[in-house]
């Protein structure tokens, strides 16, 4: 018996946009698009109604804007992942998406098979960021001065999630259960007083522990 599909909610204020979108993406047997906003305020009221897997976010939009809807959608509804979609690489843009819960940052000339990953990757809590998005990231992320050194473990984990690996992946890879990779990915982010895996990934790049492609 096969997987169900993954649901995705376009949003863009765009109609061209998010016809181009929901033409490639209905390629993919794996993914189904249950519908379409033009804004956020529309965004999070269509996440309340159709229970999205992934939400593809543009950042710039009328009435209320792509990091705003991100953040409100993450506070109501945790489960659901948020790619923001855009065509701007500003420096506050990207660090203020990340910090509202997007679990992604791609731009819109992205190749269709990277943005296609990106969304199977968010739907397992993996992250994916745009080159360009991750090094700018990877400058604006702070870490408390005082903060406990990881153990060798959590060093290694921390790089794993820096690879874009979810619990379950790791947890294989290390020959872990999936529950003691989450405790110590709880405890990593902890330590370095650090609020996601993403900001996670960004310090263990900044940190030299990982490179970047």
Do not use: C, W
Not at 50 to 71: E, I, K, S, W, Y
Not at 79 to 105: F, K, M, N, P
Not at 163 to 185: D, F, P
């Amino acid at each position: 018996m096969s997987d169900p599909a993954l649901k995705v909610l376009l949003v863009d204020d765009h109609a061209v946009v998010r016809q181009g979108l929901r033409m490639f993406l209905a390629t993919d047997g794996g993914l189904i698009v249950v519908g379409e906003a033009q804004n956020g305020q529309e965004a999070i009221q269509k996440v309340a109604e159709l229970h999205p897997d992934v939400v593809l976010m543009d950042l710039l939009m009328p009435v209320l804007d792509g990091v705003q809807a991100t953040r409100e959608i993450k506070a109501r509804y945790p489960e659901v992942e948020v790619v923001a979609l855009t065509s701007a690489l500003e420096d506050q843009l990207v660090a203020e998406a990340i910090h509202a819960g997007a679990s992604g940052y791609l731009l819109k000339d992205t190749n269709p098979e990277e943005l296609v990953e990106a969304i199977y990757a968010a739907s397992r809590g993996e992250v994916r960021l745009h080159p360009e998005a991750a090094r700018r990231l990877a400058q604006e992320v702070r870490t408390a001065g005082m903060r406990e050194a990881l153990t060798p473990r959590e060093t290694e984990i921390l790089r794993l999630v820096a690879h874009g690996l979810s619990n379950k992946r790791i947890a294989k890879q290390l020959n872990l259960s999936e529950l003691t990779v989450k405790t110590h990915v709880s405890n990593l982010l902890s330590k370095l007083g650090l609020a996601s895996r993403t900001q996670a990934a960004l310090f263990a790049i900044r940190e030299g522990l990982v490179g970047l492609e």
